[in-house]
């Protein structure tokens, strides 16, 4: 089985940004490529754009806050 996966590499652990499919202790042989620059803008991009939309999801479920609630926060 193949798989093409992006990771991050932090504090000398490489993370992937996806889960996956493999049972605990499976060996795997990995080849390192630097992603350009012009894909690691657009993977940012798409997510900012789905933080947003739950942004705007949750919003909208919020309660509203009284006056005197917010006064408190002064």
């Known amino acids: 089985m193949t798989q093409t996966i992006t990771a991050t590499f932090e504090n000398g652990i490489l993370k ?32 900012l754009a789905a933080l947003q939309s739950l942004w705007r999801i949750s919003k909208g479920h919020s309660e509203h806050l009284t006056r005197d609630q917010l006064n408190e926060r002064r």
């Open 16 to 47: 992937p940004t996806q889960p996956l499919d493999l049972p605990d202790h499976t060996q795997v042989r990995l080849t390192i490529e630097l992603l350009a620059e012009d894909e690691q803008k657009k993977r940012q991009q798409e997510k």
